[in-house]
């Protein structure tokens, strides 16, 4: 059983930063790894979108409207994805949702969401 757990969510004022942390586990403890993973956010009343994604490689690629203020890397143990937000504004505001896909040892490589966690900034 895989999961994914977004943490590092909060309350923060607008021109301030906050680090998401997504981290993968196996219930199995089988040996695995975060390939790709991306960041989705969704606002009240809004559609989900997409925020940022990281290539098994390392490429990254950002939506227009954090370009230059977010950042997603990897950790070198290849378990968790980060999301480093610089320079918050008020319609940063949203709940953050991780998507992960991860391989392990016995599982087929698949996509896993978070429960995702609040980001709340206040203007």
């Known amino acids: 059983q895989v999961q994914v757990v977004e943490s590092g969510g909060g309350l923060v004022q607008s021109g301030g930063s906050l680090r998401l942390s997504c981290e993968a586990s196996?219930?199995?403890?089988?040996?695995?790894?975060?390939?790709?993973a991306a960041w989705y956010r969704q606002a009240p009343g809004k559609e989900r979108e997409l925020v940022a994604s990281?290539?098994?490689?390392?490429?990254?690629s950002y939506a227009d409207f954090v370009k230059g203020r977010f950042t997603i890397s990897k950790n070198s143990f290849q378990n968790t994805v980060y999301l480093q937000m610089n320079s918050l504004k008020f319609e940063d505001t949203a709940v953050y949702y991780c998507?992960?896909?991860?391989?392990?040892?016995?599982?087929?490589?698949?996509?896993?969401w978070g429960q995702g966690t609040q980001v709340t900034v206040s203007s």
């Open positions: 990281i290539s098994s490689g390392g490429r990254t």
């Open positions: 196996v219930t199995s403890g089988s040996i695995f790894r975060i390939n790709s």
């Open positions: 998507n992960a896909q991860v391989s392990t040892a016995i599982l087929v490589p698949a996509n896993y």
